[in-house]
């Protein structure tokens, strides 16, 4: 879509209507009010270029597109970070020291989001490695046996056991493609594996619930909050918008426990950022919806591969008889060279990936201390 589409104007119900307010004044609080305003909308329209650019780039849910996606986050919260440096003498007063606060109140509750994705970059990890055992026991370069197939079997059931979503488990003992469990001990012993790789958010944190109090009172701001804050709770009410859409992207690409998109997020028109945000929005939701991704465990395209690419060789290995045919020979081939690809994306950019996670997690603990000092 091009990015002229999602260009509009803020709208005069904010901070043209709080210049207007000021302008009736004296000549000098005018021209203060045009520095502001101008700074103000500055930052409303980096916003909306960054989630532009967006919109145009890269593939949607890819590990490359969500870390541009928290690149611009990492902008946009530098550039709220200096508008509260600059104005912190207003944050103080009401109705902005409220509002500030509400909005630091919110991002701790980003920074356990961002805990439970780095469990499940971990988990991720996880099927990196079996994938690596599938790998090396089907190696190019050496015949392949009934030793190995076996081998390669075990690695598979493991890894679709493990991606499935967590509401999904008891489906494994009913589906074909896992092959069959001898024993319900050792495949409970397997999810539980899966599920116990040293979480730092606890069992019964729940990304579905953290998403919904992220959500919970963010409203658009009052004309007279607008007024009475000379504009500065609208880049409040941006930033706390911007946190809640990076953070459900997030928890719709990654496996964390009780995954939910069931958030109502939803920004009025006047926004300059508001179309592309909304259109983004959109198009992740009618991902999750489609057949192949309803019950897996994250839309991240990564992971979508790794499902298709595994699932693939399973139900090849199944039907596989001995002696092999040099046609299913060369087809083992193939599909072992499928999983390397996938793999070697993974190995490349979950590591870069992390990092970036970690720095959001940073910069935001950094701008509530900074900020909270500033209001003390």
Aim: net charge neutral; with cysteine; charged share 25%.
């Amino acid at each position: 879509m091009p990015a002229t589409d999602f260009q509009g104007t803020f709208g005069r119900s904010f901070l043209s209507f709080r210049r207007d307010q000021v302008d009736s004044n004296t000549p000098a609080a005018g021209s203060s009010s045009h520095s502001m305003e101008a700074e103000l909308d500055s930052f409303q329209r980096q916003v909306a270029e960054k989630f532009t650019d967006l919109n145009a780039s890269g593939e949607l849910l890819s590990l490359e597109w969500i870390g541009k996606l928290l690149d611009s986050f990492l902008c946009c919260q530098e550039e709220f970070r200096a508008i509260v440096f600059n104005h912190r003498s207003q944050i103080s007063t009401s109705p902005m020291n409220r509002l500030i606060s509400e909005y630091f109140e919110r991002s701790i509750k980003a920074l356990d989001v961002c805990n439970a994705i780095r469990d499940g970059i971990e988990q991720i990890r996880q099927w990196q490695k079996l994938s690596d055992i599938v790998i090396s026991a089907l190696d190019s370069r050496r015949t392949v046996g009934e030793g190995q197939l076996r081998r390669a079997k075990k690695a598979l059931v493991d890894l679709a056991i493990g991606m499935l979503d967590e509401k999904e488990t008891s489906l494994a003992h009913r589906n074909r493609s896992f092959g069959r469990v001898k024993d319900s001990h050792s495949h409970h012993r397997s999810m539980g594996h899966f599920r116990s790789l040293s979480w730092s958010v606890s069992r019964s944190w729940s990304a579905s619930k953290q998403l919904q109090a992220l959500a919970s009172n963010l409203n658009t701001p009052r004309q007279n909050d607008v007024v009475a804050s000379n504009g500065l709770a609208v880049p409040v009410y941006t930033m706390a918008s911007v946190l809640l859409f990076v953070m459900w992207v997030l928890v719709a690409a990654f496996p964390c426990q009780d995954r939910g998109l069931q958030v109502n997020f939803f920004v009025p028109r006047q926004f300059q950022w508001a179309a592309p945000v909304m259109s983004l929005h959109d198009k992740i939701v009618e991902e999750s919806k489609r057949r192949d991704r309803k019950n897996c465990c994250g839309l991240l395209k990564e992971i979508g591969r790794i499902e298709k690419s595994s699932r693939v060789m399973n139900e090849l290995i199944d039907s596989i008889h001995f002696p092999m045919s040099e046609e299913k020979e060369i087809e083992v081939k193939q599909r072992v060279e499928e999983l390397v690809e996938v793999h070697e994306a993974l190995k490349n950019g979950l590591d870069p990936f992390e990092r970036k996670v970690r720095e959001v997690f940073h910069r935001i603990v950094r701008s509530r201390t900074e900020n909270l000092d500033s209001l003390c």
